[in-house]
């Protein structure tokens, strides 16, 4: 699977306690979680049932899986906790909780080494993972996402990302107001209806990037941008490096915060005319 979205957040930690940790809490999850099992078991209590993990398993936990969990060991309990989120929050939203017995962890403790000291690697590593998981290990759910109130306009500013776009026109996809949709879009996905297609956006840019030959003017054209300049102001605030260096690298960048852009402005003005020209620095 070749396909994977680009990632906006992704942290790896090492958790180690002695004798039992439990969360006390039931947890709600906002975005996937990955547990790997080093030492000791783990419960999960989900949807009235009991699920027990121990070392060597997988536990994926999707977005909005609410659930408590009790880890514990003799002398200690320690494990991996992947945590990650798309630019897209309905990408492979149909994989729901699941523990994979047995899982290989070399790919894991790669993840965790090369975390501060070599971040693309941890990266590259992190989709291999997915990639796998995704593709050939994990079955997928008829489960319909909380987002399905917005997935109308998520779907048009996926296929549309490269023309202008109106926060009126997207809100009458859904059938609500303006204001409401905003608000409902805003909570949801945790950008504006704009920086989501702006980062729909830069992930076609970063694609065209890394497979193809054409300059960076030709692929700001193609994706509507007035100006290379614009495109490469654009491309390095969202995604955290130039243009260039993602060429250079031949890698998908590490996550970052994404700039948010206040959704209507000039709502009738197409998102990407650059008002000056400034230079790239490519």
């Known amino acids: 699977m070749s396909d994977l979205p680009l990632l906006a957040e992704y942290h790896i930690r090492h958790f180690i306690h002695r004798g039992v940790h439990t969360t006390g809490k039931l947890i709600t999850f906002a975005r996937p979680c990955i547990g790997y099992l080093l030492q000791g078991s783990a419960e999960i209590l989900l949807n009235g049932q009991t699920y027990t993990a121990g070392v060597g398993d997988l536990i994926y936990i999707a977005a909005e899986t609410e659930y408590y969990s009790v880890w514990s060991g003799d002398p200690q309990v320690d494990w991996y906790s992947v945590d990650f989120a798309f630019t897209d929050p309905l990408a492979f939203s149909q994989f729901r909780f699941q523990i994979l017995r047995g899982y290989p962890g070399e790919r894991l403790r790669l993840m965790f080494e090369t975390y501060e000291t070599d971040p693309m690697r941890s990266i590259s590593e992190l989709y291999a993972l997915l990639s796998h998981l995704y593709g050939h290990r994990m079955e ?143």
């Open 140 to 282: 997928q759910s008829d489960y319909v996402p909380k987002y399905s109130k917005i997935h109308p306009a998520v779907e048009y500013l996926k296929a549309h990302c490269t023309e202008p776009v109106r926060i009126a026109d997207l809100a009458a996809l859904c059938g609500y107001s303006e204001a409401h949709f905003y608000t409902l879009f805003q909570g949801l996905m945790r950008v504006s209806p704009i920086t989501y297609k702006t980062n729909i956006l830069m992930q076609k840019a970063i694609r065209e990037l890394l497979e193809t030959d054409d300059s960076v003017d030709i692929i700001a054209a193609r994706l509507g941008f007035s100006s290379a300049n614009y495109f490469c102001r654009v491309f390095t605030k969202t995604v955290k490096k130039t243009p260039g260096e993602i060429r250079r690298s031949g890698k998908l960048p590490s996550p970052a915060p994404m700039a948010e852009h206040h959704p209507c402005a000039h709502p009738e003005r197409h998102a990407y005319d650059d008002p000056d020209e400034h230079p790239c620095g490519e």
